[in-house]
T-cell receptor
Framework: AQRVTQPEKLLSVFKGAPVELKCNYS??????LFWYVQYSRQRLQLLLR??SRESIKGFTADLNKGETSFHLKKPFAQEEDSAMYYC???????????FGTGTRLQVFP | NAGVTQTPKFQVLKTGQSMTLQCAQD?????MYWYRQDPGMGLRLIYY???????DKGEVPNGYNVSRLNKREFSLRLESAAPSQTSVYFC???????????FGSGTRLTVV
């Protein structure tokens, strides 16, 4: 079964601290993985997709097929990074986006 | 270019009432989706439409119906609202084989 697991509901850090939001997945095949961000009461926005391997707002994520993980990292958190972060996977044969339960990141000044 | 537009933004219903949530996209995307977002449960797929004229059930379809009226519009209907359907509903669209989804701004629905 296809599944995305985000083990942390809440992650709290101080400004300037490193951040790692964990994401593990189960999928039989080659997954297409994404990170979405939702700022307070706003729509979801695409943050990263693993295929592009780019860095957005200082965030990076590397797909580790051996560990079936796609953790989101940022070396120095900023207060404006406070938001809800969702890891998601697209099933290639159905085109459906499957979400994890999300992690709320709080960055304190 | 508005992207994905949802109406209404807020709605309060009484148990048993019916309503339709509207969604329209102007990006000429083939695929459209309806999700509900609940605390601690993330986003769960209700229904999706891979192309005009086709619809399929997602993870939590019970109590909902959908209509893909044309390529632009994908509506979600609650025939007899229940308190368990209190949620934030998001519509999304995607170009087949393209990048990630584009989401609407959401509809906050409360059923009392």
């Amino acid at each position: 079964a296809q599944r995305v697991t985000q083990p942390e509901k809440l992650l709290s850090v101080f400004k300037g601290a490193p951040v790692e939001l964990k994401c593990n997945y189960s999928y039989s095949g080659s997954p297409e993985l994404f990170w979405y961000v939702q700022y307070s009461r706003q729509r979801l926005q695409l943050l990263l997709r693993h295929i592009s391997r780019e860095s957005i707002k200082g965030f990076t994520a590397d797909l580790n097929k051996g560990e079936t993980s796609f953790h989101l990292k940022k070396p120095f958190a900023q207060e404006e990074d406070s938001a809800m972060y969702y890891c998601a996977l697209i099933s290639s044969n159905t085109d459906k986006l499957i979400f994890g339960t999300g992690t709320r990141l709080q960055v304190f000044p | 270019n508005a992207g994905v537009t949802q109406t209404p933004k807020f709605q309060v219903l009484k148990t048993g009432q019916s309503m339709t949530l509207q969604c329209a996209q102007d990006m000429n995307h083939n695929s459209m989706y309806w999700y509900r977002q609940d605390p601690g449960m993330g986003l769960r797929l209700i229904y999706y439409s891979a192309s005009e004229g086709t619809t399929d059930k997602g993870e939590v379809p019970n109590g909902y119906n959908v209509s893909r009226l044309n390529k632009r519009e994908f509506s979600l209907r609650l025939e007899s609202a229940a308190p368990s359907q209190t949620s934030v509903y998001f519509c999304a669209s995607r170009e087949s084989g393209g990048n990630g989804y584009t989401f609407g701004s959401g509809t906050r629905l409360t059923v009392v």
